[in-house]
T-cell receptor
Framework: NAGVTQTPKFRILKIGQSMTLQCTQDMNHNYMYWYRQDPGMGLKLIYYSVGAGITDKGEVPNGYNVSRSTTEDFPLRLELAAPSQTSVYFC???????????FGQGTRLTVV | AQSVTQPDIHITVSEGASLELRCNYSYGATPYLFWYVQSPGQGLQLLLKYFSGDTLVQGIKGFEAEFKRSQSSFNLRKPSVNWSDAAEYFCAVGGRNAGNMLTFGGGTRLMVKP
């Protein structure tokens, strides 16, 4: 039981490049989330999904896209990377009837 | 809209001393409240949570927190800190909304002096 797995752990992108951050969970949780963490700002919600085929914007969605074709996978896409997207990204899942969130180890992204 | 404030960005305590980390929240109804801990380079781990009932909740690693509705606070405490408690601590609120989203405070970084 791996829980929530994020790949890659680290990545450096050039401005304008694109990439996909992968998130996979094996807990069969319906709810999945992408957060970004910036120093002193806590975690800000980018996108979330309440089940396969359903996604919605969070607090800071601009510059990102997501999809949820299966219960297990919730990839986050950056189409045109910008320096403002330099951050640590966390994927999380939630049990449906409880609100205890489980987090991945994070992806540290630097855009130069 | 829900929000969380952690007034202390950094706190330094001596090993063996007591600890209190402050958390104030804004929420339109009875909230679900959480404390998470993040060690360097790691994800977030749940320390404790409040859903309902007893306002003093016990968590892992000897931590406890008290929900005070009148003060909109959920402060985290530990009677005696050890060096392994050095980490960043996040308070969060939420749960009773579409998507069960959590809103996090800005975090408090705890340093422990020997």
């Amino acid at each position: 039981n791996a829980g929530v797995t994020q790949t890659p752990k680290f990545r450096i992108l050039k401005i304008g490049q694109s990439m996909t951050l992968q998130c996979t969970q094996d807990m069969n949780h319906n709810y999945m989330y992408w957060y970004r963490q910036d120093p002193g700002m806590g975690l800000k919600l980018i996108y979330y999904s309440v089940g396969a085929g359903i996604t919605d914007k969070g607090e800071v969605p601009n510059g990102y896209n997501v999809s949820r074709s299966t219960t297990e996978d919730f990839p986050l896409r950056l189409e045109l990377a910008a320096p403002s997207q330099t951050s640590v990204y966390f994927c999380a899942t939630l049990r449906q009837l409880s609100t205890e969130a489980f987090f991945g180890q994070g992806t540290r992204l630097t855009v130069v | 809209a829900q929000s969380v404030t952690q007034p202390d960005i950094h706190i330094t305590v001596s090993e063996g001393a007591s600890l209190e980390l402050r958390c104030n929240y804004s929420y339109g109804a009875t909230p679900y409240l959480f404390w998470y801990v993040q060690s360097p380079g790691q994800g977030l781990q749940l320390l404790l949570k409040y859903f309902s009932g007893d306002t003093l909740v016990q968590g892992i690693k000897g931590f406890e927190a008290e929900f005070k509705r009148s003060q909109s606070s959920f402060n985290l405490r530990k009677p005696s800190v050890n060096w392994s408690d050095a980490a960043e601590y996040f308070c969060a609120v939420g749960g009773r909304n579409a998507g069960n989203m959590l809103t996090f405070g800005g975090g408090t970084r705890l340093m422990v002096k020997p």
